[in-house]
T-cell receptor, first 113, second 113 residues
Framework: EAQVTQNPRYLITVTGKKLTVTCSQN?????MSWYRQDPGLGLRQIYY???????DKGDVPEGYKVSRKEKRNFPLILESPSPNQTSLYFC????????????FGDGTRLSIL | EDQVTQSPEALRLQEGESSSLNCSYTVSGLRGLFWYRQDPGKGPEFLFT???AGEEKEKERLKATLTKKESFLHITAPKPEDSATYLC??????????????FGTGTRLQVTL
């Protein structure tokens, strides 16, 4: 089954404690992206990757890091999480880029205390 | 600045009561307009892509249309399983050859028996 898998689905942690949210897709997609979804603000892009070893900033990259060492994986790293990063996070992938339908994971709800 | 506004924020329909959701946008150089459906606790699921004014796409009880300023998602004879949040997103040029995807905040649809 074609899917985008995120882990963990839920996480409560404390300010400053480094965390990583993993994302994996099994569709051989080149394009992968991370979004955050906040009430009243819609989905906003954090980082994206056009292919292995190619990443770029989205609209709200501050406080986040990403890497794309393998085509299937695109982890999101919060080096020093802060309360304003409490949000619902989605990973997405598409075959070539933004112009094609994106497949989304089921989300990771992060709470930073 | 690119803007996407969806209305209404919430809509409650009785089963069989047809209606339309609106997505108005202000972008320079639209490359594509996307509709997604999002169920509670899930990631968005792709529905349609529209590229130019006058284009229409249909899927079961849903029909999406596009003008130069807005898109409509028409729901004909809805059923309770159509209850979800419907998201609109527009793709427009960003820097260089890159493009950007801007999401609206969604319309929350509830269909009752």
């Amino acid at each position: 089954e074609a899917q985008v898998t995120q882990n963990p689905r839920y996480l409560i942690t404390v300010t400053g404690k480094k965390l990583t949210v993993t994302c994996s897709q099994n569709m051989n997609h080149e394009y992968m992206s991370w979004y955050r979804q906040d009430p009243g603000l819609g989905l906003r892009q954090i980082y994206y990757s056009m292919n292995v070893e190619v990443t770029d900033k989205g609209d709200v990259p501050e406080g986040y890091k990403v890497s794309r060492k393998e085509k299937r994986n695109f982890p999101l790293i919060l080096e020093s999480p802060s309360p304003n990063q409490t949000s619902l996070y989605f990973c997405a992938s598409s075959f070539k880029g933004l112009g094609q339908p994106q497949h989304f994971g089921d989300g990771t709800r992060l709470s930073i205390l | 600045e690119d803007q996407v506004t969806q209305s209404p924020e919430a809509l409650r329909l009785q089963e069989g009561e047809s209606s339309s959701l609106n997505c108005s946008y202000t972008v320079s150089g639209l490359r594509g307009l996307f509709w997604y459906r999002q169920d509670p606790g899930k990631g968005p699921e792709f529905l349609f892509t529209l590229y130019s004014a006058g284009e229409e796409k249909e899927k079961e009880r849903l029909k999406a249309t596009l003008t130069k300023k807005e898109s409509f998602l028409h729901i004909t004879a809805p059923k309770p399983e159509d209850s979800a949040t419907y998201l609109c997103a527009v793709q427009a040029p960003n820097t260089g050859t890159a493009s950007k995807l801007t999401f609206g905040t969604g319309t929350r649809l509830q269909v009752t028996l």
